[in-house]
Every structure is written in C-alpha cells, then in structure tokens.
C-alpha cells in the first residue's frame, strides 16, 4: 500500500495549511490514520490520529489549532491546521495502519507517506 501526502509549503505565522494524504494498492481497509512531524535535530512525534471509527487525539501542542479527517470512500487522509507558529514546522509524515488483499489473502500493512515540508516563518 503507498502513501502520497501532499498540501506542505510556506506560510507566515497565524497562517493556515490544510495537508492531504491518498493511499493507493490492494486495499482492505484502512484501521488508524496518522500524521506525525519530525523537526530538524528532533525525534519523530505523532501529532493527531483518528481510527476507523473516527476516534481523534492530538499531541497537547496543537490540541485546538489541527483537525484530522478522514475519508474512506477514498481512502484519504487530512490534517487541517490553523493558527501556525514557527515551533510547527517540519516535516510531516502520514501514517496508515490495516489490512490489503493479496492472492494469500488478507494480509495486515503499516505504510508511510514520503513527507510534505511545512514551513512556518514571517
């Protein structure tokens, strides 16, 4: 299963960005969404999650400015985030975790996005 996260790029602080994330392949269904961020110099975080039943948590940090959603019907992804500020920037990674056919049958997949670059600063 491949992921294609798109939507990064630069805005001012305050700004708002809304990132997209498509997954593609032999597709069962897809359990839990995620997007994580990872900072130059920092570990990789998770930042907002939303399971098949559309359950949503959120790092304390952008707990009121970011929205995950989710869209089933085409297997797809979004993080709307508002309010930015400079300590948002980074690089930004879907995560997707489920089940995908194969001629074995169903077989369990944990995919990443290849990052989309978001860049908060004046």
């Known amino acids: 299963v491949q992921l294609q996260a798109s939507g990064g790029g630069l805005v001012q602080p305050g700004g708002s960005l809304r990132l997209s994330c498509a997954a593609s392949?032999?597709?069962?269904?897809?359990?839990?969404w995620g997007w994580y961020r990872q900072a130059p110099g920092k570990q990789r975080e998770l930042v907002a999650v939303?399971?098949?039943?559309?359950?949503?948590n959120y790092v304390d940090s952008v707990k009121g400015r970011f929205t995950i959603s989710r869209d089933n019907a085409k297997d797809a992804v979004y993080l709307e985030m508002n309010s930015l500020n400079p300590e948002d920037t980074a690089v930004y990674y879907c995560?997707?975790?489920?089940?995908?056919?194969?001629?074995?049958?169903?077989?369990?997949?944990?995919?990443w996005g290849q990052g989309t670059q978001v860049t908060v600063s004046s």
């Open positions: 995560n997707a975790n489920g089940k995908r056919n194969s001629e074995f049958g169903r077989r369990d997949f944990d995919s």
């Open positions: 392949g032999r597709i069962f269904n897809i359990n839990i």
């Open positions: 939303v399971t098949s039943g559309g359950a949503t």
